[in-house]
Nanobody, 124 residues
Framework: QVHLVESRGGSVQAGGSLRLSCAAS????????MGWFRQALGKEREGVAA????????YYADSVKGRFTISRDNAKSTGYLQMNSLKPEDTAMYYC?????????????????WGQGTQVTVSS
């Protein structure tokens, strides 16, 4: 099993920055990628970014490209999501997750383990 714990999010004004972290513990041989998802009130959960463990490939949603950066410190088993130039539409609950099933990085059904979520609020 893989246990994921996100850092606390926060509230910032538009244009500001936040960095989220996701500490992973445990082991699962099928652990493929670490992903970040978000869910705003009344909306479906959407993939924000993912980084794959074996090949280091990274993926981003179009809405965050150029503003968000995903990274991972393997020695610390911790993933990060650096969020710059934040916009009010980035306001959501953010989750990190571990992908075990083969599939699109942005498909939440391919992720088995999830963190508890952390709130990010961006005010205009």
């Amino acid at each position: 099993q893989v246990h994921l714990v996100e850092s606390r999010g926060g509230s910032v004004q538009a244009g500001g920055s936040l960095r989220l972290s996701c500490a992973a513990s445990g082991y699962d041989y099928n652990y493929r990628c670490m992903g970040w998802f978000r869910q705003a009130l009344g909306k479906e959960r959407e993939g924000v970014a993912a980084i794959c463990l074996r090949d280091g490939l990274v993926y981003y949603a179009d809405s965050v490209k150029g503003r968000f950066t995903i990274s991972r410190d393997n020695a610390k088993s911790t993933g990060y999501l650096q969020m710059n130039s934040l916009k009010p539409e980035d306001t959501a609950m953010y989750y990190c997750a571990a992908q075990l099933r083969v599939g699109m990085w942005s498909d939440p059904d391919t992720y088995i383990y999830w963190g508890q979520g952390t709130q990010v609020t961006v005010s205009s």
